[in-house]
């Protein structure tokens, strides 16, 4: 349900350029990611750091990709979000003493301390080179191609990715 609710802008950005064009699509993602951020308010009385990143970039990109009528400034978003997760992903272990995908996962797996480090580099390289990717998407193809990348492209890579992460680091997991 997680995933399904992160992925609620992408969704609704893909629906709403299908059937209109990038300025309404970027408003409807804008929309969504804000009724995101008022319904944990409200309903669980905090919002995820990831949203309210998500929402300080779409928010500044998304209003001049409106009030402009240009696409280039919402093609950014992803690349922006995903040099950040890397970055974030990159620097903690240095700056904080801590792996971020260790806090997320330990208590679901546990490994040795050498594969939490491999795999916390392992993601932060992923969203650099996924943020790479969409911008060589964005500049190169189609906005059709771009838009259909965003949604089904970012998402099998996604899945291709943890699925080789998980078959990679299966030798470690242990029977309970």
Not at 36 to 43: A, E, H, K
Not at 76 to 93: D, E, G, H, N, R
Not at 107 to 122: D, M, Q
């Amino acid at each position: 349900m997680k995933f399904l609710f992160d992925l609620l802008p992408v969704i609704h950005f893909f629906i709403a350029y299908k059937f209109v064009d990038i300025p309404f699509a970027t408003a409807v993602a804008m929309l969504t990611i804000f009724i995101q951020i008022v319904s944990g308010l409200l309903w669980r009385g905090k919002v995820e750091k990831m949203l309210w990143v998500n929402f300080a970039i779409i928010f500044p990109l998304g209003t001049i990709t409106i009030l402009l009528n240009d696409p280039r400034y919402i093609q950014w978003k992803p690349t922006l979000l995903y040099w950040i997760l890397s970055a974030v992903l990159a620097l903690a272990p240095r700056v904080s003493g801590k792996n971020p995908i260790r806090a997320m996962l330990e208590e679901k797996i546990a490994l040795p301390e050498f594969v939490w480090g491999r795999l916390n580099f392992s993601w932060a390289a992923f969203f650099l080179l996924l943020g790479a990717l969409n911008l060589f998407v964005a500049f190169h193809f189609s906005m059709d191609a771009w838009v259909n990348f965003k949604l089904f492209g970012t998402t099998g890579l996604m899945f291709l990715f943890v699925l080789v992460q998980v078959l990679l680091l299966s030798k470690y997991f242990e029977e309970k």
